[in-house]
């Protein structure tokens, strides 16, 4: 994903959150960097502040839908005119977002943009163990796994990112979403999950969190 906004604190804040949702971010200052980005291959999607250093972005919105026809946008602003609103999504942009704006609800907007149109895998394998994500089920050969809610959205944070090793914190932040919790709960879920799958498809690294097995 690219984040493009020229404002250093809010640059910051939207790429942590969208790391912590699991992706991968490039940023950009302004519309020279952006295209500059753009032309070493599309991203997924696009969060797009509409007033750069050197341009209004708004003006851009059908020229990025030329170049990267598959790419999402959702146009990031100060601007709260319903005019703005519509003339973006008319050109192309996929949803808007107002500032101030809360980073969880930016979050949870490209999640809604991704499951409208039809761009999270509806199944994540890793080694023996399938988890349909459509259904929130999990299968480990050719058995059923019974999950709870969070159990699953555990599970679906390391199969995204099955290499990866997550700190409590940052498996609290992604399942829980800023709810006041300690990072006890985390260890209490995992101890649950391993009774469930397996030791050997949950593994601890000491000092740093959790990944699978």
């Excluded at 988890?131 to 480990?140: G, P, T």
């Amino acid at each position: 994903m690219l984040v493009v906004e020229d404002e250093e604190d809010i640059l910051e804040v939207v790429s942590r959150y969208l790391k912590l949702d699991s992706h991968e971010v490039f940023t950009a200052r302004s519309l020279e960097e952006m295209y500059s980005v753009l032309e070493k291959g599309c991203v997924e999607l696009i969060v797009l502040d509409l007033l750069l250093p050197d341009g209004d972005a708004m003006d851009e919105i059908s020229s990025i839908k030329v170049m990267c026809p598959e790419t999402f946008i959702i146009v990031l602003t100060a601007l709260r005119e319903d005019r703005n609103r519509i003339l973006g999504l008319e050109l192309g942009a996929d949803d808007y977002v107002t500032k101030p704006f809360n980073p969880r609800e930016l979050v949870a907007r490209v999640r809604a943009v991704m499951r409208r149109k039809g761009s999270l895998e509806k199944v994540l394998i890793h080694k023996d163990m399938k988890l349909i994500v459509h259904e929130r089920v999990l299968q480990i050969g050719d058995e059923l796994v019974n999950l709870s809610a969070k159990e699953f959205d555990i599970l679906l944070l390391l199969f995204q990112n099955p290499r990866r090793v997550f700190s409590r914190s940052e498996i609290l932040e992604h399942v829980w979403r800023g709810s006041e919790r300690s990072d006890r709960i985390v260890d209490v879920y995992m101890s649950t999950l391993r009774k469930k799958i397996g030791k050997q498809r949950l593994v601890t690294v000491r000092g740093v969190g959790y990944r699978l097995g």
